[in-house]
């Protein structure tokens, strides 16, 4: 069993959906991180977060600490989004446990 | 800019050269991580440095491969008699400990050894 689970592992929506990417973590430190990786592009942090939600533009991230899950939500899907989305546990040393990701397709 | 970042991005050698990358952190950050990536997977951890001290290296990291970070700033990574499999993005990454366990990563070094 992965210690670190995303779903799903692929994803494609039409323009203007709204987009949830779950994570679900059996170890770590009761924190998360979002991280995004655009086609051939590096990764870029989007959230770190150990309670509640976090807000950037037209990201959302949620988590529930005490079920160790946390969602990623887009809303107003663009096809600028389309990207892969990783969740990564730190562990009891701050080291990421990676999640195998999910690729989003947003088609216009 | 403050973000992390690398140098060079691409990098084309040949089999049997050496090679050295670099990775300039976030000045504040203490932590400083190296990781591979190659095509469709995820990040691979290489090692990690705490300051100037490397606490931690993946059995990934063969012989060949080998990092510094002498003064807790700027790290380099070179690799030795390059293989073909050596081939992938080369990432860099750096956090504070006093400011959560947020990593940034740098744009990367892209390998190619023919």
Known sequence: KNEVEQSPQNLTAQEGEFITINCSYSVGISALHWLQQHPGGGIVSLFMLSSGKKKHGRLIATINIQEKHSSLHITASHPRDSAVYICAAPDSNYQLIWGAGTKLIIKP | ?114
């Not at chain 2, 089999?15 to 670099?22: A, E, H």
């Not at chain 2, 000045?27 to 951890?45: C, D, I, K, M, V």
């Not at chain 2, 001290?53 to 060949?64: F, I, P, T, V, Y």
């Not at chain 2, 030795?80 to 366990?101: N, P």
């Open chain 2, 1 to 114: 800019d403050t973000g992390v970042s690398q140098d060079p991005r691409h990098k084309i050698t040949k089999r049997g050269q050496n090679v050295t990358f670099r990775c300039d952190p976030i000045s504040e950050h203490n932590r400083l991580y190296w990781y591979r990536q190659t095509l469709g997977q995820g990040p691979e951890f290489l090692t990690y440095f705490q300051n100037e001290a490397q606490l931690e290296k993946s059995r990934l990291l063969s012989d060949r491969f080998s990092a510094e970070r002498p003064k807790g700033s700027f790290s380099t990574l070179e690799i030795q008699r390059t293989e073909q499999g050596d081939s992938a993005m080369y990432l860099c990454a750096s956090s504070s400990t006093s400011q959560g366990y947020e990593q940034y990563f740098g744009p990367g070094t892209r390998l190619t050894v023919t």
